[in-house]
């Protein structure tokens, strides 16, 4: 794998090439050794318009993609954009996901986080682990990077909310479905078998050893639980606002341990995840004001 130091110099670097992944969703491809690990990301800046942080989609000697969902001014502005066009890029920054050579993965991926989640499965591949990469999405129009993952030759395994590809419900749900039919050992005991096809697979598949989710927060937090449940690590990768991705301006600050996600993630474990009172509740802007992903209850 290709690594290179903490860097946080601006590179103007011209846009290689666009891929238009779905209505809303464009792969930027730069010609440019960045280095960075999958799960890893880099401070796209748009001069006058903004700087934002961007997961790192693939990354080689040769080049690195980002995959950009536009939903607001910067990233719609990134969408203006034509090959040729330079941006500044910062990174690559913040911390990785972790996996050992022959290890069996889950990889859950929500939205444009079938991106990371792509780069993951290429790195696993590489050192011959097996991954099943779940990718969900409210329907199948607005599923991501499908044939790239199929192209490493794992497993994809697809949900839809309608129904309109794959399994029908949540993506979590399907993950539910996958561990029970390859359970962890505990203490030379299978756990218990949710289904008859779980009890079949149970005895030749091959335990998952880790569950690693990319998306919404409230998609990752049913991701933890789920994993948890198997008795499976689970590492994700979150999403916080973010000004400077290195630590000096304290926006991304995480209630209520104080940790700043740029430094401490944006990849964690659940086992910290889960303690932290805004995990699935709520995420903060720009000014940190709260912004509830539900209606909280009233009092
Ligand atoms: C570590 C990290 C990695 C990221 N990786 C990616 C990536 O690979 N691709 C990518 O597209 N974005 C990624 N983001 C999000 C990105 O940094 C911006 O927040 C996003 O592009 C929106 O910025 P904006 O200025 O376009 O919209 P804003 O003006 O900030 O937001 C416009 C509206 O869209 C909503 N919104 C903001 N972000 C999202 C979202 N992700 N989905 C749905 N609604 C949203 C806001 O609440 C607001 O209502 C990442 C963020 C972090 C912290």
Wanted: with cysteine; charged share 20%.
């Amino acid at each position: 794998m290709n690594i290179k130091k903490f860097d946080s110099r601006f590179q103007i670097l011209p846009i290689a090439k666009i891929i238009q992944e779905n209505a809303t969703t464009r792969t930027f491809v730069f010609e440019h050794n960045l280095g960075g690990r999958p799960g890893q990301f880099l401070m796209m800046w748009i001069p006058g318009v903004d700087e934002k942080p961007m997961s790192i989609a693939f990354a080689d000697e040769k080049e690195f993609w980002v995959t950009v969902c536009a939903v607001g001014d910067f990233s719609q502005k990134l969408h203006t954009l034509h090959v040729g066009d330079k941006v500044g890029v910062r990174g690559p920054l913040g911390t990785h996901y972790k996996f050992r050579a022959g290890e069996h993965l889950a990889l859950v991926a929500g939205g444009y986080g079938a991106a990371p989640m792509y780069f993951v499965a290429h790195e696993a591949v590489k050192i011959g682990c097996k991954v099943e990469f779940l990718s969900g999405a409210r329907n199948k129009d607005l599923l991501l990077y499908s044939e790239k993952v199929l192209g490493l030759g794992v497993n994809l395994h697809i949900s839809t909310d309608d129904g309109s590809a794959g399994f029908k419900g949540y993506v979590t749900q399907l993950l539910d479905q996958i561990m029970a039919a390859h359970p962890a050992r505990h203490g030379g005991r299978l756990l218990q078998s949710t289904s008859r096809l779980s009890e079949t697979l149970a005895s030749s598949a091959q335990k998952i050893d880790q569950v690693f989710a990319c998306g919404p927060e409230v998609m990752m937090k049913a991701a933890g639980q789920v994993a948890e449940k198997h008795g499976v690590d689970a590492h994700m990768s979150m999403e916080k606002y973010m000004k400077c991705g290195i630590g000096v301006c304290g926006q991304c600050a995480i209630d209520d341990s104080g940790d700043l996600c740029c430094l401490k993630g944006p990849v964690m474990s659940w086992g910290y995840l889960k303690k932290l009172p805004e995990m699935g509740q709520y995420h903060r802007d720009a000014q940190g004001r709260k912004h509830y992903f539900f209606k909280p209850l009233a009092k």
